[in-house]
């Protein structure tokens, strides 16, 4: 998951540089292809067997709500600050918190939520609601982390009987599909440069995808979503060395709550795994709950 959080970054990183030559549909769309081209050499030493599923309709649904959740996040990083986007899309978790007990019957466990509602406090220190005005980009943003927690909900239900590179590819081949019509309607000529930042955008993005798609198949999607705030690190990071956005101290205090937010979680979740064995019953449980 952390590793995710660095390639998902370096992506947004990207995509908020080629934008300003490019729009964000067309960038989508390139995203998409070339995310796929970099698994074909895994497809083909499996003989495309990954592809084998019984669950195409599912897939194809993960599609539609990623391809949505895709170009309006995309926008957003073309036209918003990149942490204050990155910072938004930390709403995320709090959905997806409440999908994982409404569809996926998990229990809902106090420190759990204890520590996403510490994320989201970070969140909220970092955006100061009142000083910073609800644009465009923060509603386009709000928008696509609520698509996301419906992908990632999709995501643990496909990981039950799907490895992680069969939820990549088909994630890419319907993503591809479905992003040529907005690309087409605003196609833009481009130059040999700006085709080699896109090679780049679909690499990070497919080494983005891969480990979270496993990382989702490790443990439940309530325990993981809090690392996922690390991402509000390594954009701050970018956007300050590229962009000249310099973080402010509201900036590194919410971030500070938020990455503690994930070691807690992170511990207890380990904490409560661990197997306890009784010998002179022969019982063992598993310390859930």
Request: some cysteine; glycine content about 12%.
């Given at each position: 998951m952390c590793l995710s959080t660095v390639a998902f970054s370096i992506m947004h990183g990207l995509v908020r540089f080629v934008s300003e030559v490019l729009p964000p549909f067309q960038i989508a769309f390139f995203r998409n292809i070339f995310g796929l081209a970099f698994l074909l050499p895994l497809l083909m030493r499996s003989r495309f067997a990954v592809?084998?599923?019984?669950?195409?309709?599912?897939?194809?649904l993960r599609g539609v709500i990623n391809i949505g959740a895709m170009l309006m996040f995309f926008t957003a990083l073309s036209i918003s600050p990149?942490?204050?986007?990155t910072a938004l899309s930390f709403t995320a978790p709090i959905f997806m918190a409440i999908l994982a007990v409404l569809v996926l019957g998990e229990r809902f466990r106090i420190y759990r939520w204890f520590?996403?509602?510490?994320?989201?406090?970070?969140m909220l220190i970092i955006l100061r609601p009142g000083v910073v005005a609800i644009d465009t980009g923060a509603l386009l943003v709000t928008g696509a982390a609520t698509l996301w927690a419906?992908?990632?909900i999709i995501i643990k239900f496909l990981s039950r009987t799907e490895s992680s590179l069969t939820i990549v590819a088909y994630m890419g081949i319907f993503?591809?599909?479905f992003s040529v019509i907005p690309a087409?309607?605003?196609w833009q000529p481009f130059g040999l440069e700006t085709l080699f930042w896109m090679v780049a955008i679909g690499l990070f993005g497919t080494i983005a995808q891969m480990t979270l798609s496993q990382a989702l198949k490790e443990t439940d999607p309530t325990a993981l979503m809090p690392f996922d705030f690390l991402k509000l690190i390594w954009t701050a990071i970018i956007g300050a060395w590229?962009?000249?956005?310099?973080p402010d101290l509201y900036t590194w205090l919410g971030a500070a709550v938020i990455?503690?937010?994930?070691?807690?979680i992170a511990y207890r979740e380990r904490q409560s795994k661990q197997r306890v064995s009784v010998p002179d019953q022969g019982i063992t449980w598993s310390g859930q709950d």
């Open positions: 592809l084998r599923t019984q669950r195409i309709g599912l897939h194809a990149l942490a204050k986007v520590a996403i509602v510490c994320g989201f406090a970070g419906v992908a990632m993503l591809g599909v087409i309607w605003v590229f962009f000249a956005e310099i990455f503690s937010s994930g070691l807690f």
